[in-house]
């Protein structure tokens, strides 16, 4: 009588990294446009909240557009960074509950591929996104900008893709969609309040202004005002430009390091 032994099961090898291809990150990011083409609430979301928010604004201020002059252009900033923050971490998140990441990831797709495919699929949403608000604020609610409106739409553009960075970020750590909404309080809020959009962050308790240094909202809001202020393109400017870009960058790598194949 022959006796037979179990042969011990053996665990897979992990997946191999692959490096980041370009014809696997594009078609991510068409997939992602055709999604989004369908979705029309998503879309007003992206491009319809922040006009409006600016057309109220201005309108809030009617009596003293000066105070429109002085903080409009900041906000232009800031509400592509939310509302790109929001449906990106959504957006996402979706995915990966509905089992779609990790059908995707199952395929010669790596982490690299789809974050990239992501960031550039909202990425050209956030340009049209940026163009529409900064053409509505400049010439149609005549913000007064000392400088070269292409440089309000840079910046406000840096902040769009920062936010899509963050968005992606985040939602490797939420397990639903109201999670990712939670988030919204722990990362943005705080750089709201301290990025200097309501008081000089040099007035600021030394303690919250050095919370603030090493905020990228700060470095946008900072921008804007550069832009706001001066004729040419200053050095001070230039900085604000490198570092919300370098941590939109980051944060990109940071999302393909967490995000998570199987969901829990």
Not at 10 to 21: A, D, I, K
Not at 74 to 93: E, K, N, Q, R
Not at 171 to 179: G, I, P
Not at 217 to 224: F, H, T
């Amino acid at each position: 009588m022959t006796t037979t032994t179990p042969t011990a099961r053996t665990t897979p090898p992990p997946t191999p990294t692959r490096p980041l291809n370009l014809s696997r990150t594009t078609a991510t990011a068409a997939r992602v446009l055709r999604q989004l083409a369908h979705d029309p609430r998503t879309i007003a979301l992206l491009l319809v909240i922040p006009c409006l928010m600016l057309f109220l604004l201005r309108y809030v201020f009617d009596g003293s557009p000066r105070t429109f002059d002085n903080i409009g252009a900041s906000l232009l900033g800031i509400f592509p960074l939310i509302t790109m923050f929001l449906v990106t971490s959504i957006a996402t998140l979706r995915e990966r509950t509905s089992g779609t990441l990790e059908r995707l990831l199952a395929m010669p797709l790596g982490k690299g591929d789809l974050i990239a495919g992501y960031a550039l699929a909202f990425g050209a949403l956030a340009i049209v996104q940026s163009a529409l608000a900064t053409g509505l604020a400049v010439w149609f609610l005549g913000l007064d900008v000392t400088g070269s409106p292409w440089l309000l739409l840079l910046v406000a553009l840096l902040d769009a893709l920062l936010g899509t960075a963050l968005g992606l970020f985040v939602s490797a750590f939420a397990a639903s969609e109201f999670q990712a909404v939670q988030f919204m309080p722990a990362v943005i809020f705080p750089q709201l309040l301290l990025c200097g959009l309501f008081t000089p962050r040099d007035r600021m308790h030394p303690a919250l202004e050095a919370v603030s240094d090493v905020l990228p909202m700060s470095y946008a809001v900072d921008g804007m005002n550069e832009v706001l202020r001066h004729t040419d393109m200053t050095a001070t400017f230039v900085r604000d430009v490198l570092i919300v870009a370098g941590c939109a960058l980051l944060v990109l790598a940071l999302g393909a390091a967490t995000l998570k194949r199987r969901t829990a």
